[in-house]
């Protein structure tokens, strides 16, 4: 692989060519050269593309795909070939499929999977066997076999204890827990935000306190046994605040946000509509606000898609009764640019990273080429013909979006959204 990027703007913090229009030349997946008119005596191919703007890869830290066990809702190859085109280079998956991946030949499928795609997978391992909140599962086998952390997917574990051991047992390897949290005796059968919305339209609540509870447990747990602890998808003002203190108190602590969190609330809920039907449940503006406030303050490490496919079968049905998640990858760039500025939006999709173990590469002479190619600045209203994905359960449809993706450069590889090849 020969490549000429031409004209490209270069977003990397770390690079000294931040803020820089360059060429940029790709020889068999390394940056050999940036500079300004690189000359093309060999013909190799070039990359024009209107305002085009590039940056480190981005990464996802939360992916359902669905295979093994629901390939009608998404299969390995065809989510990673959505990834690549929404513009990440790696993914971490969750283990929610089924059987669930909680040991190492569940690890070994997924990656074998994976093989020879430009995206790269990172499995995530059950932290329970099967889920199931009892046992724990094979954690170091699993850590072996490839995996970067270790969770159960959108469920909280009700036994503090086995969090306990399990904080105590992955020191020895350098393992990363993911806690879910969301208590679920207080949850009990809601299915929406507990606030004016849910009361209006007589929906269950799931108050905030449902999720503040578990989190403030999760980090005395970590205070108690130290460690490293994730916490995924927070939803609302106090679990910033929470975090927030606990990191000042020198805990090794991280989080994320679901992108859906950042820009939808739940008044979105009007029209009965299970697409915005999600774990954890969209909050008010007055969390939407202090979420934001967390990501510019660096409060919250990463910014997630929270990607999960539902086939139609288990969305399109009565509010209570529908699953929860919606698919993410497609309008997560794009959705970002409505409400963050640009640098800010490529930093939180590229610094999971480090968090999860994974080799990160700026954008300079000799690094590897694992870059995504973008252009912040085109609107568009986010329609069917923008879902890539098997499952449509996208909660941004007919959405105003800002910005829009091109591909990837990854692993020796080129790929174009249709529109731009």
């Not at 093989?115 to 889920?131: N, V």
């Not at 207080?186 to 989190?215: C, D, M, W």
């Not at 909050?283 to 990501?295: H, M, N, Q, V």
Request: glycine share 8%.
């Amino acid at each position: 692989m020969k490549l000429i990027i031409r004209g490209a703007k270069i977003i990397d913090s770390k690079s000294p060519f931040h803020n820089k229009t360059l060429d940029i030349l790709i020889v068999d997946g390394f940056i050999k050269k940036i500079g300004t008119s690189i000359p093309n005596p060999d013909k190799a191919d070039e990359i024009q593309l209107d305002n085009l703007h590039v940056s480190q890869g981005w990464f996802d830290s939360s992916v359902s795909l669905g295979e093994p066990g629901f390939e009608d809702r998404e299969t390995i190859s065809n989510g990673l070939n959505v990834a690549a085109k929404s513009g990440f280079t790696a993914i971490a998956l969750q283990p929610n499929s089924f059987p669930v991946i909680d040991n190492q030949s569940q690890v070994n499928f997924v990656l074998n999977k994976a093989q020879g795609f430009a995206t790269q997978l990172y499995p995530i391992g059950a932290l329970s066997k099967e889920s199931a909140g009892k046992d724990m599962a094979e954690l170091y086998d699993m850590k072996k076999a490839g995996a970067v952390a270790f969770g159960d997917y959108n469920k909280s574990l009700d036994n503090a204890n086995l969090l306990k051991i399990a904080l105590q047992y992955v020191q020895d390897f350098d393992g990363l827990l993911i806690a879910f949290s969301q208590d679920e005796n207080i949850k009990g059968n809601g299915v929406a935000n507990e606030g004016i919305v849910s009361t209006r339209l007589g929906l269950k609540g799931i108050p905030n306190l449902a999720e503040e509870l578990q989190i403030a447990r999760n980090l005395f747990l970590l205070e108690y046994t130290g460690g490293k602890l994730h916490i995924p998808t927070i939803s609302t003002k106090k679990s910033v605040q929470l975090i927030k203190d606990a990191k000042a108190n020198g805990l090794n602590v991280t989080c994320s946000v679901a992108v859906h969190h950042l820009v939808l609330t739940d008044e979105k809920l009007e029209g009965f509509d299970t697409r915005y039907k999600v774990s954890p449940p969209l909050r008010t503006e007055t969390d939407r606000k202090a979420l934001l406030k967390g990501i510019k303050d660096g409060t919250i490490d990463m910014i997630t898609s929270d990607h999960n496919p539902i086939d139609i079968e288990h969305k399109k049905m009565e509010f209570d009764c529908a699953k929860n998640g919606t698919i993410g990858l497609e309008s997560a760039f794009s959705a970002l640019m409505t409400v963050l500025p640009l640098e800010i939006v490529v930093d939180k999709l590229t610094s999971g990273k480090t968090t999860f173990g994974i080799e990160t590469e700026k954008i300079s002479e000799g690094s590897k080429a694992n870059i995504t190619l973008f252009n912040p600045e085109p609107e568009s209203i986010f329609t069917k013909s923008s879902i890539l994905s098997k499952s449509k359960n996208s909660a941004f449809l007919q959405t105003e979006m800002k910005g829009k993706v091109y591909g990837i450069i990854n692993q020796g590889k080129l790929i174009l959204s249709k529109k731009n090849e």
